[in-house]
Antibody, heavy 119, light 114 residues
């Protein structure tokens, strides 16, 4: 069955880099796009970026200068790196899958990983 | 960016009532090439990840009860829940999935028991 699971540190110091891994199963990264979406404490949702099936990426312009998404297809893993973290980045981070080829609606979500920024 | 505006922000209902949640986009989500509106609805229960309910404005995801009905076109969309059940108490979000990044979400509508 399809699964996505995020992993990474729950606590990051201010100005440091967040590194998260999304491990997927039940589908191939060369067949489905994987996105990162975050949810702030006040519950708002923000689309962060995507790695397309061909390996190219697109980012939310609000985060583009700080964000990098990559993958290892052999390990079925997608990686998120975001630098210069501040308290405004406190959120639950989800990796999600496009339902269909470039459909943009997300049929499977990971469980999420809560990230706190604090010294 | 396409701005998604949801209303109301919260709604108190009794079991069995019919409720309507509204979502308005700052630009049309209709693409003439496919004749589809690129609008999705999600349900999020406490402690859970969002769950896809509706896509292309009115297509129910597999397994979603038929009391959830999506409608609308262009810039104005509605999620109707006919005969609310206790298990439907959650936060509902709309999201555009039009071919215009970034994808954006509404702020959410919290459905509570009266």
């Amino acid at each position: 069955q399809v699964q996505l699971k995020e992993s990474g540190p729950g606590l990051v110091q201010p100005s440091q880099t967040l590194s998260l891994t999304c491990t997927v199963s039940g589908f191939s990264l060369t067949s489905y796009n994987v996105h990162w979406v975050r949810q702030f404490t006040g519950k708002g949702l923000e689309w962060m970026g995507v790695i397309w099936t061909g390996g190219s990426t697109d980012y939310n312009s609000a985060l583009k200068s700080r964000l990098s998404i990559s993958r290892d297809t052999s390990k079925s893993q997608v990686f998120l790196k975001m630098n210069s973290l501040q308290t405004e980045d406190i959120a639950t981070y989800y990796c999600v899958r496009d339902q269909y080829y470039y459909s943009g609606d997300f049929d499977y979500w990971g469980q999420g990983v809560m990230v706190t920024v604090s010294s | 960016d396409i701005v998604m505006t949801q209303s109301p922000s919260s709604l108190a209902v009794s079991a069995g009532e019919t409720v309507t949640i509204n979502c308005k986009s700052s630009q049309s989500l209709f693409w003439s090439g496919s004749q589809m509106n690129y609008l999705a609805w999600y349900q999020q229960k406490p402690g859970q990840s969002p769950k896809l309910l509706i896509y292309y404005a009115s297509t129910r995801q597999s397994g979603v009860p038929d009391r959830f009905i999506g409608s609308g076109s262009g810039t104005d969309f509605t999620l109707t829940i006919s005969g609310v059940q206790a298990e439907d108490l959650a936060v509902y979000y709309c999201q555009h999935h039009y071919d215009s990044l970034p994808y954006t979400f509404g702020a959410g509508t919290k459905l509570e028991l009266k």
